[in-house]
């Protein structure tokens, strides 16, 4: 995906966190850490979207971001198109 190796601990775990908020029922006095670490979570990958964006690799990030400037009609929620995959890696 491009993510770099020393960042794949913490990427798990903040996995985790969305996990428990998405599907399970976090307990009232977990919610706040868990809400703070999908933030968390968020940021970083926004981050790294817009890396990807200005310095490309050879990487799944990357290739989907190339996919979508060539059609940038990709944004399409309704199709297997890129946007929603961006979007995804950016607020999971």
Known sequence: MGLPEED???LKCWCGYRA????????PADQVDIATNIA????YLTKLVEQKATTRGDDLASDLLAIH???????DPGGDRVDPVLAELRRA
Not at 20 to 27: E, K, T, Y
């Open 8 to 10: 794949h601990l913490r």
């Open 20 to 27: 428990a908020l998405s599907w399970g029922r976090p307990d």
């Open 69 to 75: 400037d060539e059609d940038p009609r990709a944004a």
């Open 40 to 43: 968390a979570y968020r940021a």
